[in-house]
């Protein structure tokens, strides 16, 4: 019996009581199971991204380094002396700028002006050796030394050191 003036009172019995339990708690859960997916799905996607080639994988790469006149050639007194003439010590150090007879820490360079131990060293093809060769390579370097070139110093721009 209700009074006048009286509302209602609404009774939830314990059944429904437990199916509101139920749907909230299966909200939360499907809720849970849609995140947890798109996480997953995020995963995923980042880590196939991880096989796919770059677009600028391969970048050209130009080298600032040419190699001498006589590289793969054979490398005797008449090579090292037609580099020797063409060498213009006032001119930057390349491998077609190059005193051939100049030594670094004891070594000659390759046909490239290249000493042993740097990058893009290539031992050379050498010429026969004999005694009588060894004298006429002695007399043009006397000549060399009594004649050097104009702007042939230590520290010029076509040297090493």
């Not at 009581?17 to 997916?37: E, G």
């Not at 002396?81 to 930057?92: G, L």
């Amino acid at each position: 019996r209700t009074c006048v003036g009286e509302s209602e009172q609404p009774t939830t019995s314990a059944a429904e009581l437990l199916s509101h339990k139920n749907s909230t708690t299966s909200f939360y859960h499907q809720r849970t199971i849609i995140m947890l997916t798109k996480v997953c799905l995020v995963a995923l996607v980042a880590s196939a991204s991880a096989f796919v080639p770059s677009q600028n994988a391969r970048l050209t790469t130009k080298l600032n380094f040419e190699y001498g006149e006589y590289d793969e050639k054979l490398w005797d007194q008449v090579a090292k002396k037609d580099v020797y003439n063409k060498w213009d010590p006032s001119s930057p150090r390349s491998g077609k700028n190059f005193n051939p007879f100049e030594t670094f820490k004891g070594n000659s360079p390759d046909a490239s002006g290249v000493f042993p131990g740097e990058n893009r060293y290539k031992d050379p093809t050498r010429g026969d050796a004999s005694f009588a060769i060894m004298l006429a390579e002695k007399a043009d370097a006397e000549e060399r030394a009594a004649n050097p070139k104009a702007g042939d110093a230590p520290g010029c721009a076509g040297c090493k050191s």
